[in-house]
């Protein structure tokens, strides 16, 4: 998702009433940290970019940790929120498909949010050890259970979380370098995007069909 196509809607623990400065600085830290990372990105360039001041994000957030929990929050809502993988239905090949499906186009339509996840899982594993308090906790198990309940998994059975993980880094590395890949790979444009969703649909289906005759 691009930083523009971020909603209005109030974020959990936000005064009613707040000014649409909140959402200006929302917009401008999605961008910095898609581009940059949480480290690269400085909050006197995300006041530049929302044309606010660098007090105006103290006063909303307090610090850069604090803001970007909230973009990472952001990021977990859209996961949690996506009705495939919300309530994927019965288990079974057709709504692993699905799963599938809709994870893959939940990366390829939300840029920024991917490259921020990203970097996320490349930098986070000292936040993540206390993953009480991760902001994507959320989003992540949103994920996980919808390819444990497509492929019905069994208590203990980390099959499904395992394949998620796969469909999500696959997607992760695919999109966000997908124009260098294409280049190299000679694949015309048109084709190059939904090849490779039949072709990751068609390599989970095998995965699970094998897990099943375990």
Not at 102 to 111: G, K, P, Q, Y
Not at 163 to 187: D, K
């Amino acid at each position: 998702m691009k930083a523009a196509e971020v909603t209005e809607k109030r974020t959990p623990g936000r005064p009613v009433g707040q000014s649409s400065g909140y959402e200006q600085i929302i917009v401008a830290a999605i961008e910095q940290f898609a581009a940059l990372g949480f480290e690269g990105a400085s909050m006197r360039q995300i006041a530049k970019e929302a044309g606010l001041s660098s007090a105006t994000i103290l006063h909303h957030f307090g610090s850069k940790r604090e803001l970007f929990a909230v973009v990472l929050k952001h990021i977990s809502e859209s996961l949690e929120n996506n009705p495939v993988l919300s309530n994927p239905g019965a288990a079974g090949p057709d709504t692993l498909q699905a799963v599938v499906e809709a994870l893959v186009n939940w990366v390829r339509t939300h840029d920024d949010f991917a490259r921020i996840s990203m970097r996320e899982a490349l930098d986070t594993a000292e936040r993540v050890e206390n993953a009480k308090r991760w902001p994507l906790k959320a989003g992540m198990e949103t994920i996980h259970k919808a390819f444990e309940t497509a492929m019905d998994c069994q208590p203990g059975n980390l099959s499904g979380r395992m394949l998620a993980l796969q469909v999500l880094g696959a997607s992760f590395l695919f999109y966000v370098g997908e124009p260098v890949h294409r280049l190299q790979a000679g694949v015309p444009d048109a084709q190059w995007k939904d090849e490779f969703c039949r072709n990751l649909v068609d390599t989970a289906l095998r995965f699970a069909k094998m897990d099943m005759q375990k």
